[in-house]
């Protein structure tokens, strides 16, 4: 790859990036028609894939090495679920309002979140 400090120029279709280059590197961003990134191919060639549910909601990712990342979603639009691609997992748990009340990450540590009487954290 170029150094950082190299020019980089951006290419936008309907106003969207779609392509991006540093030197020779260039990087390119397919889109689904909501305008979502479904592939993104960066400068050797590798291809990321991106996938959506109906709602638009980022469902999983797809690595060149075959690696995936997953998301599973509630009823509510909230993230419930995320699989890294070795494996761990992370849950997220929220109150009847909405609100975050816990996430346990890929190692069982557990985060509470308390919220006061008028939603602060």
Not at 38 to 43: C, F, I, K, L, R
């Amino acid at each position: 790859l170029p150094p950082e400090d190299e020019p980089t120029s951006y290419d936008y279709r309907h106003g969207f990036l779609h392509r991006r280059a540093r030197g020779e590197a260039v990087w390119t961003y397919r889109r689904n028609p909501q305008g979502d990134v479904t592939e993104a191919v960066d400068p050797d060639g590798q291809v990321t894939h991106y996938h959506y549910d109906p709602q638009g909601r980022l469902l999983s990712i797809r690595y060149p090495d075959a690696g995936r990342h997953v998301f599973a979603w509630n009823d509510l639009g909230q993230l419930t679920e995320e699989t890294l691609p070795d494996g761990g997992v992370r849950r997220f748990s929220y109150d009847t309002l909405g609100r975050r009340t816990t996430t346990r990450d890929e190692h069982g540590a557990v985060t509470r979140y308390a919220w006061d009487a008028v939603g602060r954290l």
